[in-house]
């Protein structure tokens, strides 16, 4: 086939922006970290004045160091992941993987499950030492890490079995579709992977979440009390109210929402109940619940519902054209199927272009934080939840002082002085910690 110039070549013009878009992006992220790095430690050295009163220089410090090693090992991992994704693209690894499959078990399913079984494996042994390095030197030298090798090690058993057991299952089953449900196979696809992920939002908070954590009852009766009375004010069911030992991995603290319907629970890291007071914790859930009672739940839903059907779409066409294939360095199979290869050229390609829009769901995911926070305002006290995030921010070693740019492109929540000055308008002077309670957050 003759080729007069780069347009009459899809196959090469798909290499050339797919490798232009990862640079773009490479360049793009190495620059906003580099931001964040030179912002955060320019003001290490000192508290910002609105925090001054209640925010200690040592635990400021802790948070711009935490904060700075963070963005330097995620340095790291973006370069590392660059490399393995051209690895597996332009440089023909996904193509040499699937031909050495295909001569060792032929063609069919068992090959095709084969394949995503072997970048999946391939792919975690070669995070693995930045993921041990996280756990256990980065967050080990911060204080954060309360797991032993043994429990981490547990954690990989049951994580690999709980991917191989439902992973493997629904990639099988949507590889069956690929093959046997003409041309509108992804809109069957697409189907069957929402219903799977609404199942996964039921059934998680009791059968699989409890594989990892231990959830017991809510004991301490006055936070119980509190927490029941302001559910029933916002006019919120919850299946019950549990403590997950969150301790014995870390040191962080959290609450959140779990499950779908009449499977919804609230869950407090035991972290969190030993470093707010119960009003601290009422503003907190208060917060959470702003979130259901602005839907944002189910915004958030019906969003990956609809993004998802743009992505089997695409797919559905992409994974019939060869020059998809062959511009992205694989080389389709002749007589046999291609949907593991489609799967996957899929799921590497579309970070690095959707990767340009992310600014635009962090600035909604913002804009669902105040909107939380405004309600948590209202039903319980500003000064309450000004604490418990001060507090939050300390046990999470949050940087008070981020490069905006970066905050605009990156975080999914406000950061500390944009959103507490909305919550206190008169600054943080008059923000006080509880009794026998120290704030000094970062």
Known sequence: MRETNFFSSPSLMLSVIFAAALMMGLLLKFWLSSRQIRHVAQYRGQVPAAF??????????????????????GLLETALGATVLLGWTLLGGLSALNAALMLWVGAGMVQQLSLLAGFAIISGLID??????????????????????????????????MSVLIGLSIA??????????????????WCVWM??????????????APMFNKFTPLQDETVKARVTALMQRCGFAAKGLFVMDGSKRSAHANAYFTGFGAAKRVVFYDT??????????????????????????VKRIVAMFAMSLAGFALLGWLATQTWFYTGLGVM??????????????????????????????????????FEADAYAMLQTSGQDLATALLKLYEDNASTL??????VSFYYSHPGASERLARMLPGGLSGVTPA??????QT
């Open 52 to 73: 001054a009163q209640t925010i200690t220089l040592v635990a400021h410090q802790k948070a711009a160091d935490y904060t700075v090693a963070k963005v330097r090992l």
């Open 128 to 161: 693995l030492p930045l993921s041990l390095y996280q756990t256990f030197v980065l967050e080990e030298r911060f204080g954060f890490n309360k797991m032993t090798l043994k429990l981490w090690l547990l954690d990989a058993v049951k994580g690999s079995l």
């Open 172 to 189: 099988a089953l949507i590889l069956w579709m690929m093959g046997a449900s003409g041309g509108l196979w992804w809109l069957w696809a």
């Open 401 to 406: 002082t981020p490069d905006p740019v970066y």
């Open 195 to 208: 219903g799977f992920n609404l199942l996964l939002l039921v059934i998680y908070p009791t059968l699989i």
């Open 272 to 297: 969190l109940l030993s470093k707010l007071s119960p009003q601290e914790v009422d503003a907190v859930l208060a917060h959470e619940l702003g979130h259901f009672k602005h839907k944002h739940i």
């Open 332 to 369: 389709p199979n002749v007589a046999t199927p291609n949907d593991a290869l489609a799967l996957l050229l899929f799921l590497l390609a579309m970070p690095v272009f959707s990767f340009f829009i992310s600014p635009i769901f962090a600035q909604l995911s913002r804009k669902h934080e």
């Open 435 to 440: 009794p026998n309670q120290t704030v000094s």
